[in-house]
């Protein structure tokens, strides 16, 4: 049997209820997207992206969440899956290397209210996305960036909420698959420049709507290259399609406290700590040395990033704005923080180099070390991992303590309070708080 339908035989299978540990799981990755979400709903990416979707995607009663407006099936999956990604503070899994969350979740939401589906449905579907998406991105013999494996995610979990056939699914998954976007720009293969920050970012959003497309079109007699995945050259296929729903990785994602890529956090944090625990004056630096693995040296990493979502993808910078502006700076990231004459002048001051020590972890580990040089001293930190962890993975209260200060700037105190409300709801075993909450609950930019 072809992997895909062995994939959608399992979506369509997975009836069971969730164990208590998984649904607190699905619930804490609803909390830490939503999250994520409402703090970049003032972002550049998503402003253009909701302007596009209502010139092309504007009929339906979906909500595009925080904006009051609505949109169909795709434009909805669009807007939402681009918001949650537009700041870099969505979740990410390690063994995929990338962030199933952002195009899951957004996905299987929609679906939920486009279905009536209940709470026990919706979480479910969260878990088998993840279950699938994280299951071929991890497959894959080579680096390849979210968007050319979330998709599969994105199909199983509509696929489950919709009770599409397997036959159908099948097809769905390997429509998906040839149809993602081709984020070989970033992939691997003959190798590209530095990998730069963009709206794009991965594909996530874009890739969602093709996933969605493909539920769509393969209920409707389309059909896909059924052997998609079935190449070795391509996939580690052992183990690819068995034990599913043993796997729980939905466990075991990060979770972000940093709006800027996964590779800055380890730099960031070990540069926090030696901050503080030294009271060294940023103005006195003369050198910062990151010792680093050979993932965070893919990034454009420019002492003067071009824009925005580029200041993400510059370790330099991310550390001259922390150091400056102190460590909220970047929880979340706003639009004041760019083209700064000051951020630039410490970043120019900071030197990237591979310790083989650090990259022989990597993937399985993010670490980094952080030496700072000042008035005559050398300050050296730990090899320090980033915070949020699967390994120490954070709590609820520190996941609402996250969407509190991520949104400060764009929701006032009550409205806060109001999400909060409504994703305590959701652990409680109701959702309708929170889809309420979702197309009422206004969020302006300051």
């Not at 998906?176 to 976007?181: E, H, I, L, Q, V």
Request: glycine fraction near 8%.
């Amino acid at each position: 049997m072809e992997t895909v339908r062995r994939l959608a035989s399992y979506i369509a299978a997975t009836r069971r209820p969730l164990t208590p540990e998984l649904r607190e799981a699905a619930c804490r990755s609803v909390l830490d997207l939503v999250a994520a979400a409402a703090a970049g709903i003032g972002a550049p990416g998503p402003r253009a992206v909701r302007q596009a979707a209502r010139a092309t995607m504007a009929d339906g009663a979906l909500p595009v969440w925080f904006t009051g407006q609505s949109s169909g099936l795709t434009g909805a999956i669009w807007c939402n899956a681009s918001a949650a990604a537009a700041l870099d503070l969505d979740d990410g899994h390690r063994i995929a290397r990338g962030h199933p969350g952002a195009a899951i979740i957004p996905a299987a939401f929609a679906a939920a209210q486009e279905t009536a589906a209940t709470t026990d449905e919706l979480l479910q579907a969260i878990v088998v996305g993840y279950e699938v998406g994280v299951a071929v991105g991890a497959a894959r013999r080579f680096y390849a960036n979210t968007g050319m494996w979330s998709g599969y995610g994105v199909v199983a979990a509509l696929g489950f909420l919709r009770h599409t056939p397997a036959e159908q699914l099948a097809h769905a998954l390997a429509i998906s698959g040839m149809s993602a976007p081709n984020q070989l720009y970033a992939g691997a293969g003959p190798a590209f420049r530095a990998q730069e920050g963009s709206d794009v970012k991965e594909g996530i959003a874009w890739s969602s709507v093709t996933a969605a497309h493909a539920v769509l079109l393969a209920e409707a007699g389309h059909t896909g290259p059924l052997t998609l995945l079935d190449n070795h050259e391509h996939f580690r296929l052992e183990g690819l399609a068995d034990g599913f729903g043993r796997q729980h990785y939905i466990m075991r994602n990060y979770m972000k406290f940093l709006a800027c890529c996964r590779h800055v956090h380890a730099p960031a944090d070990a540069f926090l700590g030696l901050l503080a625990e030294n009271r060294i004056d940023p103005r006195r630096i003369d050198s910062i040395d990151v010792a680093t693995y050979s993932g965070a040296l893919r990034l454009a990493n420019r002492p003067r990033p071009q824009g925005f979502t580029d200041i993400q993808f510059s370790i330099p910078y991310c550390l001259g704005l922390i150091a400056i502006d102190g460590p909220e700076a970047l929880l979340p990231l706003t639009e004041a923080a760019v083209d700064r004459p000051d951020i630039v002048a410490l970043a120019e001051k900071v030197s990237l180099h591979l310790d083989p020590e650090l990259d022989a972890r990597f993937p399985a580990e993010t670490l980094s070390r952080v030496t700072i040089r000042a008035e005559g001293r050398a300050f050296v930190s730990p090899v320090t991992a980033p915070r949020g962890e699967a390994s120490d993975p954070p709590s609820w209260a520190d996941l609402e303590d996250k969407l509190e200060r991520a949104c400060r700037f764009v929701a006032a105190p009550a409205q806060r309070h109001d999400v909060i409300a409504a994703l305590r709801r959701l652990r409680e075993g109701d959702h309708a708080p929170l889809l309420q909450a979702l197309a009422t609950v206004r969020l302006t930019p300051a």
